[in-house]
């Protein structure tokens, strides 16, 4: 048996992350150990888990660095890399919107946008024909229209109380966003044996 590589996202998605993989009977508590390692052998189920930025996960599966990963949808909308997405896993569920003051900047020719997500923004706006300047942020994107940098936001909203306690408003939803299981194609091929089996037990476990 070939061992299978998977990436997980740090941050908000691992909890949830290893929660699945021991929902379907792998056994994660090196995982959960605080240290900083960022390659985990399971080795009960020849899993090679490897820690790693959000951002970063599509780029591993997309070279075949992993054969697997565990990544938000909003990642995946805003690099648009070659890799199978296979499974809904209906955790991390937030959703991707344009916010601003309630007084907001519509019916502006010219709408300048922050974002940390410029090509979802592009996307976006260019398919409704509207123009804009996108500004891009790092984070803490809500202060852009509180401090006139910007006319609007796109951000991730999960609950709405960063919007609501900056003031401001969600003035158009543009999409979901939950956890995606995703695939390398070509592992998708040359390890189906040892794959496909972990894929269909998530798939039960999640739906
Ligand atoms: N309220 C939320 N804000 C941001 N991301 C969320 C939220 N709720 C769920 N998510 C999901 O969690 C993922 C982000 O988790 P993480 O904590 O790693 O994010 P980050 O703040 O973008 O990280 P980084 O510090 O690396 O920039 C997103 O890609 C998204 O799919
Ligand atoms: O609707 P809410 O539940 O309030 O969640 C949304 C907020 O969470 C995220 O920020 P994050 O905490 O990642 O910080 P950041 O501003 O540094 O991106 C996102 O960018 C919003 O600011």
Partial sequence: METIKMAIAKGRLAK??????EGIGIDCQVLKEDNRKLIFSLASH???????????????????????????????????????????????????????????ANGKKHLRVATKYPNVTKKYFTEKGQSVEIIRQEGSVELAPLMGLSDVIVDIVETGKTLKENGLVVLEDIASISARLVLNKVSFKTKKKEISPIIDLITEKVN
Wanted: with cysteine.
């Fill in 46 to 104: 020849n899993i090679e888990v490897i820690l790693l930025k959000a951002a970063d996960v599509p780029t591993y599966v997309e070279h075949g660095a992993v054969d697997m990963g565990i990544v938000g949808k909003d990642v995946l909308m805003e690099q648009e890399k070659q890799l199978y997405e296979v499974v809904d896993l209906k955790f991390g569920n937030c959703k991707f919107s344009v916010a601003g003051k309630p007084s907001n």
């Fill in 16 to 21: 949830y992350s290893i929660e699945l993989l």
